[in-house]
T-cell receptor, first 115, second 115 residues
Framework: GQSLEQPSEVTAVEGAIVQINCTYQ??????LSWYQQHDGGAPTFLSY????GLEETGRFSSFLSRSDSYGYLLLQELQMKDSASYFC????????????????FGQGTTLQVKP | DAGVIQSPRHEVTEMGQEVTLRCKPI?????LFWYRQTMMRGLELLIY????????DSGMPEDRFSAKMPNASFSTLKIQPSEPRDSAVYFC?????????????FGDGTRLSIL
């Protein structure tokens, strides 16, 4: 089976740095994605890691260690608008080597940014 | 460019009624996904299509649920008969099959309430 673990809630103050961790267990792994969802809104894509290491996109960075089945999302210079839920998702690599595009989502981490 | 378009945005109906949710994916995308989101179960993949063909419907909860994709620009998710436990937000998402990160683009969702 496949499962992802991430903290349910994280609280931080404006301007701070916060790290949201994600550990996964999958039968086949193709890459780790991160999505952001504001309350009541549509999830939106943030980042993707297929290889070990850090990917940086502005204030957001994402890290992957395939040997540890672990990744994290790093948010720097937090702003109030960053208050949202953040989901890690693993791309399924079932059906042989085919890239199915199917994602398995974690339960999400609710980030609350305080003034 | 238009994003993924879902209709209706809100649906309130009585138990036992048929419910049809609609989705128009982004033009050119060849993957289409239907998700259900609840507080208890998080974001669940119900079914996904590739080039209008259903690939994996293992997430469809019961025979009361059915999905079709008659052409590349339209898909429906039908619940018949509906039950109160079907109340949730239903998202449709689409993506390309070519590329590395393959981000999924979500619609704004249909908020379904079954009374």
């Amino acid at each position: 089976g496949q499962s992802l673990e991430q903290p349910s809630e994280v609280t931080a103050v404006e301007g701070a740095i916060v790290q949201i961790n994600c550990t996964y267990q999958t039968s086949g792994f193709y890459g780790l994605s991160w999505y952001q969802q504001h309350d009541g809104g549509a999830p939106t894509f943030l980042s993707y890691n297929a290889l070990d290491g850090l990917e940086e996109t502005g204030r957001f960075s994402s890290f992957l260690s395939r040997s540890d089945s672990y990744g994290y999302l790093l948010l720097q210079e937090l702003q109030m608008k960053d208050s949202a839920s953040y989901f890690c998702a693993v791309r399924d690599r079932a059906h042989g080597s085919g890239n199915t595009g199917k994602l398995i989502f974690g339960q999400g981490t609710t980030l609350q940014v305080k003034p | 460019d238009a994003g993924v378009i879902q209709s209706p945005r809100h649906e309130v109906t009585e138990m036992g009624q048929e419910v049809t949710l609609r989705c128009k994916p982004i033009s050119g995308h060849d993957y289409l996904f239907w998700y259900r989101q609840t507080m208890m179960r998080g974001l669940e993949l119900l079914i996904y299509f590739n080039n209008n063909v259903p690939i994996d419907d293992s997430g469809m909860p019961e025979d009361r649920f059915s999905a079709k994709m008659p052409n590349a620009s339209f898909s429906t998710l039908k619940i018949q008969p509906s039950e109160p436990r079907d109340s949730a937000v239903y998202f449709c998402a689409s993506s390309f099959s070519v590329g590395n990160s393959l981000p999924q683009h979500f619609g704004d969702g249909t908020r379904l309430s079954i009374l």
